[in-house]
């Protein structure tokens, strides 16, 4: 039984496909916009599922390559406790005054994460950009492949949406037009037949 309308769906499905005299012009649209909007979906999500990760792959590869690991020493003891976040939990790490070199050799002093309770003196790395001033961290590998991969199903997964979210309207529209002949059709002969109905 499960076979029987497994195969009924299918002919339903082809039926625009075939060569049928009752198949309308309105069908054939809908059998090429539902191809096209299938093949742009899956080819189109993956390309832009690809070009997004890669260029995330490469921003965040940039990132890592302007920041550099710098040794510094809290020029304070840090605090024993730590800050509550946005979310109300409370972080690991607590913010400490911090000194350390750059690479040409001037001194700079920034508030950078630290263990709490960390005694004066303690080192501690930082990252630092080309002018020798605090920046975030940079991703390692392994997280910025993750990001990048999720970066590029999201963006592979609204295109196809948005794809086929078009397609659909362009199919309501073709409902649309085919119900409005309809009507048309339907004043031109309903007459007639009410006439052969009551004769």
Do not use: C, F
Not at 28 to 50: D, K, N, P, S
Not at 85 to 108: C, E
Request: proline fraction near 4%; hydrophobic fraction near 45%; aromatic fraction near 6%.
């Amino acid at each position: 039984m499960a076979v029987t309308r497994h195969g009924s769906a299918d002919r339903v499905r082809l039926w625009r496909w075939r060569s049928n005299p009752l198949r309308r012009r309105s069908d054939r649209v809908e059998a090429w916009i539902v191809l096209l909007t299938w093949v742009l979906v899956v080819l189109g999500g993956a390309i832009a599922g690809l070009v997004a990760a890669g260029a995330a792959d490469r921003a965040l590869a940039a990132q890592r390559a302007k920041a550099h690991a710098v040794s510094a020493v809290l020029t304070e003891r840090a605090p024993k406790s730590s800050q509550a976040t946005t979310d109300g939990s409370r972080s690991d790490t607590v913010l400490a005054r911090v000194r350390w070199t750059a690479p040409g050799g001037s001194t700079h002093t920034g508030r950078t994460e630290a263990e709490p309770g960390a005694a004066a003196g303690t080192r501690v790395t930082v990252w630092t950009d080309r002018t020798g001033e605090l920046v975030d961290a940079p991703l390692n590998p392994a997280e910025a492949t993750i990001q990048a991969a999720a970066t590029g199903v999201l963006a592979g997964t609204g295109t196809g949406a948005a794809v086929w979210t078009v397609g659909r309207l362009a199919r309501v529209r073709l409902d649309r037009r085919r119900l409005a002949e309809w009507d048309m059709e339907w004043e031109r002969v309903g007459p007639q037949w009410r006439k052969r109905m009551t004769g």
